[in-house]
Nanobody, 125 residues
Framework: QAQLVESGGGLVQAGGSLRLSCAASGRTFSSYAMGWFRQAPGKEREFVAAIRSIGITYYADSVKGRFTISRENANNTVYLQMNSLKSEDTAVYYC???????????????????WGQGTQVTVSS
């Protein structure tokens, strides 16, 4: 059974940092694109970052320069390093995995076949 489990969320002050982890099990996701999405209260889910199997990364404009996505195929894990956090980063963060088809699909949640349960990130001012 394929499963993605996020961890690392929590409460942090503005300007601080957090590192989210997404541990995959049930199958090897080294050939998959991995993405991070988030959903804030009252808002729709939005793309945050993605990394292809070949290592190329993509970021939403709102997080570029502050967040870094990476992956470690040896332990089937993807990370999201979040620095210089802002209050608007507050959201539930979800990890997702999907077969790569195009650069455009990386930014669309429906393109991903597997999803984690989410981890809450709260940034206080």
């Amino acid at each position: 059974q394929a499963q993605l489990v996020e961890s690392g969320g929590g409460l942090v002050q503005a300007g601080g940092s957090l590192r989210l982890s997404c541990a995959a099990s049930g199958r090897t996701f080294s050939s998959y694109a991995m993405g991070w999405f988030r959903q804030a209260p009252g808002k729709e889910r939005e793309f945050v970052a993605a990394i292809r199997s070949i290592g190329i990364t993509y970021y939403a404009d709102s997080v570029k320069g502050r967040f870094t996505i990476s992956r470690e195929n040896a332990n089937n894990t993807v990370y999201l390093q979040m620095n210089s956090l802002k209050s608007e980063d507050t959201a539930v963060y979800y990890c997702a995995a999907g077969a790569w088809r195009s650069e455009l699909m990386l930014r669309v949640g429906a393109s991903y076949a597997y999803w984690g349960q989410g981890t809450q990130v709260t940034v206080s001012s």
